[in-house]
C-alpha cells in the first residue's frame, strides 16, 4: 500500500472508532456533517483523499479540535507501519 | 469570508509563516513537497482547500508532524476571528 492510500484508510479508520465511541450511526454522523452517509461510509473505508475542509467539517460533528484528530491518526499511522509492513 | 475561505487562508498564511521561519524561499520549499511552485503559491495565498495528502507532504517537507501546523492553525484560526469578524 503506498503512503496516499495508507493515509486516506487511517484517516478513516481513525473517524470510524471516533465516530462509535460517541455512540453515533454512520447516518446521525453524516447529518452533523453535513456531507451524504454513502460519503462518509466511503470515507471510514479509506477511499477518499478528503480536503482540509472536509477534514474540518468532520472534527467539528465530533466536537474537538481537527489537530486532535490528525495527533490521533498519526499514533495509528505510526502503529500501522509496524503491524502491516516490513520497513 | 465564508468559513471556508478562512480556513484555507489560515492554513496558507501559517504554512508561509512556518516556511519562512526554517529559511526556504518558495522554490526550494515546492522542491522538498514535491509540488509546483506556482500551487505553493496558491496554497499560501489562501486560494486552494488541499487535500489531507498535501497537507501532509508539506508536513513532511516542514519534518513536523501535520497536528502540529494544525494545532498552530486552530490558534491562528481564533485569533483570526477576533481581529477581523464581529463573532
Known amino acids: 500500500m503506498d503512503n496516499i492510500k495508507k493515509l ?10 471516533m465516530r462509535s465511541e460517541v455512540g453515533l450511526s454512520q447516518e446521525e454522523f453524516a447529518i452533523r456533517c453535513h456531507l451524504h452517509r454513502t460519503y462518509i461510509g466511503s470515507i ?12 474540518s467539517k ?8 481537527l489537530s486532535l484528530i ?13 503491524e502491516n509492513d516490513n520497513h
Not at 44 to 54: A, D, H, I, M, Q
Open 8 to 17: 486516506a484508510h487511517i484517516f478513516g479508520a481513525t473517524i470510524r472508532q
Open 44 to 55: 471510514e473505508r479509506g477511499e477518499k483523499n478528503v480536503t482540509l475542509e472536509t477534514a
Open 70 to 82: 490528525i495527533s490521533r491518526m498519526e499514533t495509528e499511522y505510526e502503529n500501522y507501519g509496524d
Open 58 to 65: 468532520i472534527a467539528k460533528a465530533l466536537d474537538i479540535n
